[in-house]
């Protein structure tokens, strides 16, 4: 398109009201929620930034596929329909369907896990690393270095340190580890792609040490847009010819069907091997549902099958990728410190350097986390210490490696004047950045604590 506004390739036919609400408002709510927004009601909220997951607009053509959900219990058509569409975009023989992502992780890592084993990814997201941590095995981030230089520019931050990958084979042995999982996007590691190349390497690895891959594929189609623009050799390659060509280098694969496939629900876990499939499926039979259901209803598996095909418009990918970058290029041009390039489905910001009156201690993540509710009505989620941080044996705060704040964009839900708002909020973020604080935690629970800490102001 030779016009420079964001098309959004798409009419709105269904819309949901959006609630006005002051700041004397949102203050009184945020204390109600204890300055975490996951205890905020959604009709408190005026742009939800929370996550781009299950949070799609569904298209027409999804809803009517609903329509004709079957809810046979045993090989409904709507299984038959899901089952072919994963199999023709991901090679995999055998498929599970799950409830959710992490259900699929769970089964998977369940399976897998326990004391001694090891998983090695390029970062595992938070649900990943709580299942594989769950089952008493060991799970090790190895992101490529520059990954951890917040404003370096390099067009694959997200890929996996392929020499550490080696060195961390020979230490503890092929043996012991149990699955090496790729992240495409590293949702964790900042959202970054992952390139064909870094693909290609890990595959090779595995392949020498006889290592099971695993491709954690919520974002591939994200991801496939990257490496069709940004790598060399496959500008004439579809994005679904470039995620199939990725596939092909894994032994399986986990996806949450609430990112990519445009679904409010749903997930699978598809695997090469069968043994490890029989293994899989027992777990699954007993805690989700019958093979051809997992936790799903028909209509739902319906609604991923037709996902599934229309993330890969190319109209609709290149909207994606401009929408989110056009926010980040605003903030970076106002000077908010970013994780760059811009990427795919979040714009990640530094809070620590925002922020650098907030020692890390205090969470300036979650105090930016607030002040964009406060200021805004905007709900977003910290990415740092809050997240993962953990304590030393007396109780210190061992702080993550970065206090980042996720402003996750939904899929086809909002249009780019609420981008604009957004972007003229940060405005007056920076004006009162001297007066933002910092926070404590006053209770918390063992697991995945950022979902329901409570905090209070220094
Ligand atoms: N893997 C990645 C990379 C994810 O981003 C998520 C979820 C999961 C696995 C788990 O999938 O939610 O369907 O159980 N990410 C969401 C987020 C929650 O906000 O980034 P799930």
């Known amino acids: 398109m030779k016009y420079k506004t964001i098309f959004e390739p798409f009419k709105i036919k269904t819309v949901e009201p959006i609630r006005i609400t002051t700041e004397k408002q949102r203050e009184h ?4 929620a204890h300055y975490n927004p996951f205890f905020l009601h959604s009709d408190d909220v005026l742009i939800d930034l929370l996550t781009d997951s299950g949070t799609s607009a569904m298209s027409a053509a999804q809803w009517s596929a609903m329509m004709s959900g079957d809810e046979s219990y045993a090989g409904a058509k709507s299984w038959l329909r899901l089952e072919k569409e994963i199999h023709d975009l991901t090679g995999f023989e055998f498929i599970l369907p799950t409830h959710q992502g ?10 897998l896990g326990g004391k001694g084993k090891v998983f090695i990814s390029n970062t595992h997201f938070d649900t990943t690393r709580a299942n594989i941590e769950f089952t008493g095995a060991t799970a090790i981030d190895i992101p490529m270095p520059e990954s951890s230089m917040i404003e370096f520019d390099h067009p694959f931050k997200g890929n996996m340190d392929t020499a550490k990958l080696e060195s961390l084979v020979e230490t503890y042995g092929a043996t012991n580890i149990s699955a090496i999982i790729l992240t495409v996007t590293n949702n964790s590691g900042g959202g970054q792609p992952v390139s064909m190349h870094n693909a290609r390497e890990v595959s090779a690895i595995c392949k020498k040490y006889k290592l099971l891959f695993i491709l954690d594929c919520c974002r591939i189609a994200e991801n496939s847009y990257f490496i069709r623009n940004r790598e060399k050799g496959f500008k004439s390659k579809s994005y679904r010819t470039i995620a199939q060509e990725m596939f092909a280098l894994a032994d399986g694969c986990i996806m949450s069907a609430k990112k990519d ?10 695997l090469k091997n069968k043994h490890l499939a029989e293994a899989c499926t027992n777990l699954l039979i007993i805690t989700e549902g019958f093979v051809t259901y997992g936790g799903l209803a028909g ?20 909207y994606r990728i401009s929408s989110t970058g056009y926010l980040a290029d605003h903030l970076h041009k106002m000077g908010i410190p970013l994780i760059m390039p811009s990427v795919g489905h979040a714009v990640y910001i530094d809070a620590a350097k925002l922020y650098p009156h907030i020692p890390v201690q205090e969470y300036p993540g979650q105090a930016l986390v607030c002040e ?8 977003c989620v910290e990415i740092g210490s ?18 980042l704040v996720r402003l996750a964009i939904p899929r086809r839900v909002y249009t780019q004047s609420h981008i604009d708002y957004v972007i003229e909020v940060f405005e007056e973020i ?9 926070l404590r935690i006053t209770h918390e629970l063992e697991l995945l604590r950022h979902f329901t800490a409570h905090f209070e102001k220094i």
Do not use: C, T, W
Not at 389 to 397: E, N, S, T
């Open 386 to 403: 809050v997240m993962f941080g953990k304590y030393d044996a007396r109780g210190k705060l061992i702080p993550a490696s970065k206090e």
């Open 299 to 318: 209509r739902d598996m319906d609604a991923i099958a037709v996902g599934l095909q229309e993330i890969f418009d190319p109209d609709y990918l290149h």
């Open 102 to 111: 992490r259900a699929a992780e769970r089964i998977l890592y369940g399976y």
């Open 29 to 32: 709510y945020l204390k109600k």
């Open 430 to 438: 920076i004006k009162a950045k001297e007066s933002a604080h910092g």
């Open 372 to 379: 964009l509710y406060l200021k805004g009505g905007i709900r």
């Open 261 to 270: 496939a445009f679904a409010n629900i749903g997930g699978f876990l598809a």
